[in-house]
């Protein structure tokens, strides 16, 4: 009876003495024996606490997949990490469990909510009704562009296209990180979107002149809005956003976020300073409860604002909120302010968190100083209630006022162009590193949304020309 012939050694990796075993043991490499054509791999991994390691076997079905696993098992065991799995367990780690996983990580790090709902829509929209079941171990550039095809039939803007191709890359970072994809491979390669027509001279970020609204422009809506929105208005839809007009300005003279301007306290006001602490911005889940969360980038900064704005119209209101008398002078709010942020300042020296403190001591929403509201709830305004009635002040003085009409294709949030280049840099005459402060941006960001290269060349070029 003749013997069977063992299979051939082609690798072994260095001695181990790990799993508690007296002898040491190598990873081990072997060609396809008689009966069978897969290539093997031998080594040992952990079996649980205190027990003694069981002894693996991987099969591969070429010598260039089977020369990787016996890397992959060396390496994991020199760096104390996860050895290779099983063909199942890489069978079931498809798109759509990187895809929960992506999301995981994205809440450790500390995403906001808006973010995360952005990211879980592209996920859910796009990403896995196209490659859900895909294998991450066989995700191809092909399965990539499958994604972007579907996404181009419901995502018009440029932007929304970057958003999702920047998704998928961040996908392939973590499956690269979790070791689920081989670093060799890489999904997106070639894969790039059809670049936009960029004027010359400026970013893809660049925000075009025409949408940034004219300051009579801004005083003609936040005008419509205290008529519309004050004592005196007959609508109660609108009458329930008091200080619309007022907010308006805090957003065209100052550049709050609309998240930031809902978040304003009466704490938050620094009269005899004349600017606003920018400490906050008020979060709105899908679903969820609103609530108070950190500023965006995590960058507290200040807010000048015209004097008349702030004692004029955010004075009264502080007043109101701090239980003062309409006749209170202004020492005596700045006192009660003092008094407000020390108590909270104090409360939180008392917390185990040491990151807490006046401005950021959590205080139930309906017992906070709030400078905007929607009187109905008693908070700040939903985002979607505040762009409704802001469409109906821009309808008003469509009619009303046309000289001054805000365009449609000038949004609310474009307030905050507004106060960066025709209040803040224009009217003031603020360098971009002092307008990247107020707005509580980087330099670069600022730069590449107003600033366009050879601009100033080009206007004295037609000025030049315009006398010949």
């Known amino acids: 009876m003749a013997t069977r012939s063992q299979p051939k ?23 396809p024996g008689a009966g069978t054509n897969k290539y093997q791999v031998f080594f040992r991994t952990p079996a649980g606490e205190g027990e003694p390691w069981k002894r693996v076997l991987r099969r591969a079905a070429s010598e260039e997949e089977a020369r990787k696993i016996f890397a992959q098992a060396e390496a994991a065991l020199d760096t104390e990490q996860a050895t290779p799995v099983g063909a199942d367990v890489r069978a079931s780690r498809t798109i759509r469990m990187l895809g929960e996983e992506y999301l995981a990580d994205s809440v450790e790090r500390g995403k906001q909510p808006r973010t995360m709902e952005g ?49 998928l890359a961040a996908m392939r970072k973590l499956a690269w990180r979790l070791g689920w994809l081989d670093r060799s491979i890489d999904p997106l390669d070639g894969l790039e979107i059809g670049r936009a027509n960029l004027l010359h001279g400026a970013t893809a970020q660049y925000v075009d002149p025409r ?46 976020r609309l998240g930031e301007q809902n978040a304003l306290r009466a704490i938050d ?56 008398p309409t006749k209170a002078t202004l020492q005596q709010v700045l006192n009660a302010q003092e008094t407000e942020r020390q108590r909270r300042a104090d409360l939180a020296a008392r917390e185990p968190d040491k990151n807490l403190t006046w401005w950021n001591y959590p205080v139930p929403s309906l017992e906070e100083h709030w400078l905007f509201i929607d009187t109905v709830t008693g908070l700040p305004v939903k985002p979607e209630l505040h762009n409704e009635r802001w469409h109906r002040i821009r309808r008003w003085v469509d009619d009303n006022d046309p000289e001054n009409a805000w365009p449609r294709t000038i949004v609310y949030r ?30 670069t960001t600022i730069l590449n949304h107003y ?8 206007r004295d070029s037609v000025s030049k020309l315009a006398t010949l």
């Not at 619309?244 to 065209?252: C, D, N």
């Not at 300073?273 to 969360?293: A, D, E, K, M």
């Not at 905050?416 to 002092?434: N, P």
Request: aromatic content about 8%.
């Open 211 to 256: 949408l940034r609204p004219e300051t009579r422009q801004v005083r003609a809506m936040a005008g419509a809005a205290d008529k519309l929105c004050g004592p005196e208005g007959t609508d109660p839809q609108m009458t329930r956003l008091p200080l619309f007009g007022t907010k308006i300005r805090v957003a065209g003279f100052g550049g709050l």
């Open 9 to 31: 050694l082609l690798a072994q990796g260095k001695p181990r003495t790990l799993g508690g075993g007296t002898r040491p043991w190598r990873v081990r490499l072997y060609a």
């Open 414 to 443: 474009n307030l905050r162009h507004h106060a960066a280049t025709k209040w803040f840099h224009e009217e003031l005459g603020e360098s971009w590193e002092v307008v990247a402060q107020y707005l509580g941006d980087k330099l």
């Open 451 to 458: 600033v366009r290269a050879g601009e100033d060349a080009l």
């Open 119 to 167: 990211r879980e829509s592209r996920l859910n929209a796009h990403i896995l009704p196209t490659i859900g079941d895909v294998p991450v171990t066989k995700w191809r550039v092909e399965h990539s562009r499958k994604v972007l095809e579907k996404g181009s039939k419901t995502l018009f803007s440029q932007r929304g296209r970057e958003d999702l191709r920047g998704q």
């Open 269 to 324: 006001v620094f009269f005899d300073r004349g600017y606003l602490h920018v400490n906050g911005s008020w979060i709105t889940p899908r679903r969820q409860v609103g609530f108070r969360g950190p500023v965006k980038n995590h960058t507290l900064h200040e807010v000048p604002l015209p004097k008349s704005l702030m004692h004029d119209e955010l004075l009264p209101r502080v007043k109101e909120l701090l239980g003062l």
